[in-house]
């Protein structure tokens, strides 16, 4: 098989439709996100402005799908919006770098009043399990492990434990 959403690496016997549901569900799940980081975090949030400003055709294609449709339209909202004031923040031609354009978005963030439409926020059920250091610290020690042998290559291969290359002036 090939090893996707069908689970252990087995042929999927799943209908089209249900992984069309499942994927249609991980969409609106992932739509729900965005809408609420616009909605209670805009400005902390300049790079996911400037994403959207970017990929607003991806959106849009959901306009008329029921489920998706309120979000959509405060995505588009928050996409002109900061469109609109990065054309304007832009001088004729000026190199419109990624460093400029997410500082244009930080300042216009500041003045956003924009009226979104009021949607049930998203929750997340999160359960606490009975020892958490189980699983974190494993799990936080072979990320120290991974990153200390990251370093470990570095050294070998750029610093002080680096093979010398033939002519090489120091030898």
Not at 68 to 84: P, T
Not at 125 to 130: G, R, V
Request: net charge negative.
């Amino acid at each position: 098989g090939d090893g996707g959403l069908g689970g252990g690496g087995e042929e999927s016997s799943e209908d089209p439709s249900t992984l069309l549901a499942v994927c249609m569900d991980m969409l609106h799940r992932a739509i729900e996100i965005i809408n609420s980081a616009i909605s209670h975090a805009l400005p902390r949030n300049p790079h996911l402005v400037y994403s959207l400003i970017e990929k607003q055709q991806v959106f849009s294609r959901y306009r008329c799908n029921p489920r998706l449709q309120q979000y959509v339209e405060n995505i588009e909202s928050v996409a002109v919006f900061f469109s609109k004031k990065v054309e304007d923040g832009l001088g004729y031609g000026e190199h419109s770098s990624v460093e400029r354009v997410v500082q244009i978005i930080k300042d216009a963030s500041l003045s956003w009043k924009g009226h979104l439409k009021i949607i049930d926020d998203v929750k997340f059920n999160y359960e606490q399990i009975a020892s958490p250091e189980e699983f974190f610290t494993p799990y936080m020690w072979s990320q120290v492990r991974n990153l200390m042998e990251c370093a470990e290559a570095a050294l070998v291969r750029d610093g002080p434990l680096a093979a010398p290359t033939p002519g090489d002036a120091s030898l």
